[in-house]
């Protein structure tokens, strides 16, 4: 699985940022998509992700501001952000994991893309 992550940039405070993820090769074994993001001199940290045909989730701090969702062939996610703000400067990537193994040996395989960066400017 490969991810191409896409469309960060420089935004004023309040404003809006469509991220783009295209996967491509053995996509069809992917059970999760997800965005993390990691500001400087942070961890890595989970923004918002979903389970194929099942739920979603989002990170407390950007619950009703971004929005993560799938085109209709699947091979694309994007990260909608909404009234962004100076704690949301990171660098974003997009994550897709498949599972190795059978039944209760399944081992998470992650892919991650390359990263985008997003700065928020007040």
């Known amino acids: 699985v490969q991810l191409q992550a896409s469309g960060g940039g420089l935004v004023q405070a309040g404003g809006s940022l469509r991220l783009s993820c295209a996967a491509s090769g053995s996509t069809g074994n992917i059970n999760t998509f997800a965005w993390y993001r990691q500001a400087p001199g942070k961890q890595r940290g989970f923004v918002a992700g979903?389970?194929?045909?099942?739920?979603?989730h989002y990170a407390d701090s950007v619950k009703g501001r971004f929005t993560i969702s799938r085109d209709n062939a699947g091979n694309t996610i994007y990260l909608q952000m909404n009234s962004l703000k100076l704690e949301d400067t990171a660098v974003y990537y997009c994550?897709?994991?498949?599972?190795?193994?059978?039944?209760?040996?399944?081992?998470?395989?992650?892919?991650w893309g390359q990263g985008t960066l997003v700065t928020v400017s007040s």
């Open positions: 994550n897709a994991r498949t599972f190795s193994g059978e039944g209760l040996d399944l081992i998470p395989v992650d892919y």
């Open positions: 979903f389970i194929i045909g099942g739920s979603t």
